[in-house]
């Protein structure tokens, strides 16, 4: 039924910019929170940015604020983190999740999509 499929990863000197898609399908993405996630080798899951379906309020992890700009493009049904001044340690796998009904877990994850930042 529902799914998000991510895009826009790759590889790009520090400093550089990139910007990922989260493209949903079977559901409206403007009535769902959207997280943003990311993964680097050894490390644990931690989130990045979400977007809520309520006032399109922004949330960021600090290590991303002032760097990252989550938003979403309601009539491509289609979210998007622009990505500037990347460091190494922004290396990981980026997912994209939809939020719950419920509001208090996600409940469809994207693949993924590789971002290195490497000189």
């Known amino acids: 039924q529902a799914q998000v499929e991510e895009s826009g990863g790759g590889l790009v000197q520090p400093g550089g910019s990139l910007r990922l898609s989260c493209t949903a399908s079977g559901f409206t993405l403007r009535h769902y929170t959207i997280g943003w996630f990311r993964q680097a080798p050894g490390k644990e899951r931690e989130g990045v940015s979400c977007?809520?379906?309520?006032?399109?309020?922004?949330i960021y992890a600090d290590s991303v604020k002032g760097r990252f700009t989550i938003s979403r493009d309601n009539g491509e049904n289609t979210a998007y983190l622009q990505m500037n001044s990347l460091k190494p340690e922004d290396t990981a796998v980026y997912y994209c999740?939809?939020?719950?009904?419920?509001?208090?877990?996600?409940?469809?994850w994207g693949q993924g999509t590789q971002v290195t930042v490497s000189s």
């Open positions: 977007i809520s379906a309520i006032d399109d309020n922004k």
């Open positions: 999740a939809k939020g719950s009904v419920s509001y208090y877990y996600y409940d469809y």
